[in-house]
């Protein structure tokens, strides 16, 4: 039943491009989002085959094999540090905060183009975002979760952790409500909630599609409790589109804040090289650039294994090339404008930690930093390497780098060498650092390659209002 | 008859009886300030700093939000297009309402007086900048980038007129290294013009703080000026609910942006709380400042934010104009409260010769302006967005 009535967003088609709506002046010399010749039913037989078939690729299983090992690797390091403690990494005074937080930092910035794409972009009335909002949503859940554990783990007994929230306990605590590590535990605990929502939701019609289409009586049971009784009558449709645009509206402040308490964690402090007032706009910035790159280097081999070229077509790519262009130009403005600013205070500490950062035994990170995050980015100025599937997904590799080099300059470079050249001291990452980090990424790629063997990874019947059929003949008169 | 006379501003309008009577008000302010600054030549040099900052805000935001609708597109822009290309047609004139402000460098900014400098390290240190031929070559290198983008962006858009030729492209790409350019000037200008008047202080966020402002002091003062056009033909025929309800979300969306920066950098220097840093924000808290800057909190943030979420009211020709108004008030007394504290006024917030420079500047550009506007049509005839916004039309 749910096959047949898909209005969501049709009636959006008539309305008029809103402030900021950028696909205008676009759409005239690009391709479509859709590539011409399909229906209704074709549209869902393309995506939910992925799904239920009962072939699995043997990519599919090389992949998850591979990860699944990454993931092993983490729980082996995490199993250790819970025996050994947070000795088993580089950290010591001075740089007590190193690869925890870079890594905290470079997967949370990672989920923000997915609250990008599907909270923002939805309200602005950008219809290419149908066909990649999905698992870009998928991508920040995985990404927060990754993240999540951090923080956790950095705090040396994670059984503890609940001491974070404010709750009446007889021993007298409570929590430093000054201090934006406290906001923290509240912002990305919210992020993790609204954004886990917004997924799910926007996920019942198609679950309801795939009980409707599932072969086995298992998958029906299970698509079946996960759809809750979805009909897909007009009611159903009305309530399902108020709630996501109030889930849009209520995730759209959510893309600012986490990012911008996320640089209160290094700006409120005194330290030279984290106390700079740009932090907040610069690191939501950071955060999208980051996340655009991602979903471009996941989206670049999906396409391709899965034959989606039709669905994410190079309009897409072009858009996001386009706001990682604009976003890292950004974070290059905050380059420069932190630059400058420390020759312009005049003061002692500011100016010999760009010294430092420009020269100091660090330097080549730094250097590094510039080639992958400014230079190498510049391409994206020329439609001929936007056009180009191997160059995008190099610069978006480039940028990830980048973007974890640019939070461990924050962290370890600021922390390295502050005020009292007595206390100055190196940091180096031991096996435990390195193994945690390759363990995360093995972690997201398993959630990723999970969800794309069993849940439809583009939305269905958003991609049905796409189709030339779905448009509504109104009177406008 | 030309196609395009139609669509010329109409004589009658009353933008040009306000346009009078600003040139009036304009010649009045200069007059009155040229006779203050006989007996305290600092003040008025204050305050004309001041009027300067806020009325070249306008124009310099037009070009920002101009450049911004090349690149993104969308209907509110091709309405929005000739108003903001008059404002950005008054460069040429604010370049030379610019000289006073660079032949009193001494009065204006400590480190332009060398018996100061000769007593402080920070301000040697800072002299291969802070200088004034230095200065005066950034001041005219900003002028030259400003009035050059302005110039092509005008100059194509209504070539376009004359000549159905798709130009859009042509406009986009201009525009995106023009909003480069843009920023990197406009940040560096902020900083040589107001954030040197206190030489010690220094803040990353600045730069796009006062960007910022600038686009909201453009948008508060496109959106009466629009609302005014709408009343007749033939702005009347585009300026739907549909675009003043645009028009309306942009003024949200820049009111929430100013108050993100501005917010941003207090929390960041207030929690740090270091001896170079804080005096900026003491200044600007005390001695009568500080109801300056709740008046900012309530009128500059919260009233036009609340107000601005009702879908009705950004709907509302009036309403959205009155909510404009406000916003555009309180620019004013946001520049005045980032300006005037750096000076030592004995506990005045404003003084006389403050109002005087605010009008001359004020007077003479909306003068101008109003002769920019009426030198072209009202709408670009021959955008490709513009038939489909009337085919909107109910």
Redesign the interface.
């Known amino acids: 039943m749910a096959d047949k009535k898909p209005t969501k967003g049709s009636k959006q088609k008539g309305a008029?491009?809103?402030?900021?709506?950028?696909?205008?002046?676009?759409s005239?010399?690009l391709p479509p989002v859709v590539e011409p010749g399909y229906t209704m039913a074709t549209v869902a037989d393309k995506i939910s085959e992925v799904v239920l078939t009962q072939n699995t690729p043997r990519g599919w299983y090389i992949g998850l094999a591979f990860s699944f090992a990454l993931t092993m690797l983490l729980l082996v390091s995490i199993t250790w540090l819970l025996v050994r403690g947070v000795g088993i990494w580089g950290i010591n005074v001075p740089v007590a905060w190193a690869f925890a937080i870079i890594n905290f930092v470079w997967w949370i910035g990672i989920g923000h183009a997915g609250t990008l794409i599907s909270a923002i972009l939805l309200l602005l009335r950008q219809d290419w975002r149908t066909s990649i909002n999905r698992f870009a949503e998928a991508m920040t859940l995985f990404a927060v979760a990754c993240a999540g554990l951090y923080p956790l783990l950095h705090m040396g007994r994670p059984w503890l952790a609940y001491w974070l929230f404010p709750y009446p306990n007889t021993m007298g605590m409570w929590p430093q409500f000054?201090s934006p590590l406290v906001w923290d535990v509240f912002a990305v605990t919210t992020y993790l909630l609204v954004s886990l929502m917004f997924w799910y939701i926007g996920l019942i019609p198609d679950l309801a599609t795939l009980r409707d289409r599932s072969p086995s009586r298992t998958g029906r049971i299970v698509y079946g409790l996960l759809a809750m009784g979805w009909r897909g009558s007009a009611r159903h449709w009305h309530r399902y589109e108020m709630t996501y645009l109030l889930l849009a509206g209520l995730s759209t402040p959510l893309v600012?804040s986490v990012h911008?308490i996320v640089s209160?964690d290094f700006?409120?402090?005194?330290v030279p090289g984290w106390?700079?007032?740009?932090?907040?706009?610069y690191f939501v910035a950071g955060a999208v650039y980051a996340g655009f790159a991602m979903v471009v280097i996941l989206a670049i081999p999906l396409r391709r294994f899965y034959g989606l070229q039709d669905f994410v077509t190079m309009r897409h790519l072009d858009h996001m090339a386009r706001i990682m262009l604009a976003t890292g130009?950004f974070v290059a403005?905050?380059y420069m404008?932190?630059t400058f600013?420390a020759w312009?205070?005049?003061?002692v500490y500011e100016s010999s930690l760009m010294n430092n950062r420009f020269t100091g035994p660090y330097a080549i990170l730094y250097w590094s930093l510039l080639l992958f995050n400014v230079l190498i980015p510049q391409g994206l100025?020329f439609a001929r390497v936007r056009s180009s599937t191997t160059a995008l997904f190099m610069i978006a590799i480039s940028v990830s780098i980048g973007m974890w080099l640019e939070r461990f300059i924050i962290v370890v470079v600021s922390l390295h060498r502050d005020f009292l050249p007595s206390s100055w001291g190196m940091y180096y990452p031991t096996f435990w650092d390195w193994s945690m980090y390759l363990g995360s990424i093995g972690l997201f790629f398993s959630l990723l390659f999970l969800f794309l063997r069993f849940l439809p990874m583009i939305s269905i019947f958003e991609m049905r209002t796409l189709l030339p059929e779905s448009e509504v003949k109104e009177d406008?008169? | 008859m030309n196609p395009g006379e139609a669509y010329l501003l109409p004589r009658d309008s009353p933008l040009e009886q306000m346009a009078t009577f600003a040139g009036v008000c304009g010649l009045v302010g200069f007059v009155v300030c040229g006779a203050m600054a006989v007996a305290t030549p600092a003040a008025v040099a204050e305050s004309y700093l001041f009027a300067f900052l806020f009325w070249s805000g306008i124009p310099l935001g037009s070009l920002a939000i101009l450049m911004l609708q090349?690149?993104?597109?969308?209907?509110?822009g091709a309405v929005l297009r000739r108003i903001l290309e008059a404002a950005t047609r008054t460069l040429p004139l604010l370049a030379i309402l610019f000289l006073p402000i660079l032949f009193s460098t001494g009065l204006l900014f400590e480190w332009a007086r060398p018996e100061v400098v000769e007593h402080d390290?920070?301000l040697q240190?800072?002299r291969a900048?802070l200088n004034v031929p230095f200065f005066a070559f950034r001041a005219v290198l900003y002028f030259v980038v400003w009035i050059v983008l302005s110039h092509f962006l005008s100059e194509w858009s209504r070539r376009q007129d004359r000549a159905p030729e798709s130009i859009?492209?042509r406009l986009?790409n201009i525009s995106?290294g023009g909003l480069?350019l843009f920023?990197?000037t406009m940040?560096f200008a902020s900083?040589d013009w107001a954030m040197s008047l206190e030489p010690?202080w220094?803040?990353?966020?600045?730069?796009?703080l006062f960007i910022g402002g600038q686009v909201l002091s453009a948008l508060a003062f496109v959106i009466p000026v629009t609302a005014v056009l709408a009343a007749r033909p033939p702005m009347l025929e585009v300026m739907t609910a549909?675009r003043f309800?645009?028009?309306g979300?942009?003024l949200l969306?820049f009111v929430m942006v100013w108050a993100?920066?501005s917010f941003?950098?207090f929390?960041?220097?207030w929690?740090?709380d270091?001896p170079?840093e804080t005096p900026w924000y003491l200044r600007r808290l005390s001695q009568g400042w500080q109801w300056a800057a709740i008046a900012l909190i309530i009128l500059h943030f919260m009233l036009p934010f609340v107000l601005l979420l009702s879908r009705d009211l950004k709907r509302s020709r009036r309403w959205l104009m009155a909510v404009a108004a406000v916003v555009l008030a309180m620019r004013a007394i946001d520049l005045s409260w980032l300006v005037l504290p750096a000076f030592d006024r004995g506990g005045l917030l404003w003084v006389p010769s403050d109002f005087a420079a605010f009008l001359g500047v004020g007077g003479l550009w909306f003068y101008y302006y109003v002769r920019q506007l009426r030198s072209a049509p009202m709408l670009p005839l021959n955008d490709?967005?513009l038939p489909e916004m009337r085919?909107?039309q109910?």
């Open positions: 008029p491009v809103s402030a900021g709506a950028g696909s205008r002046s676009l005239s010399h000054r600012v911008t209160f700006a409120v402090a005194q106390h700079a007032t740009v932090f907040p706009p130009l403005y905050g404008i932190e600013m312009y205070s005049g003061s100025w406008l008169g | 090349h690149i993104t597109g969308g209907a509110w390290l920070v240190h800072k900048y859009g492209l986009e995106r480069l920023v990197l940040t900083i010690h220094y803040s990353t966020m600045y730069g796009i549909d309800q645009d028009l979300k942009l969306a993100y920066f941003s950098q929390l960041i220097i929690s740090a270091l170079e490709e967005s085919g909107l109910p």
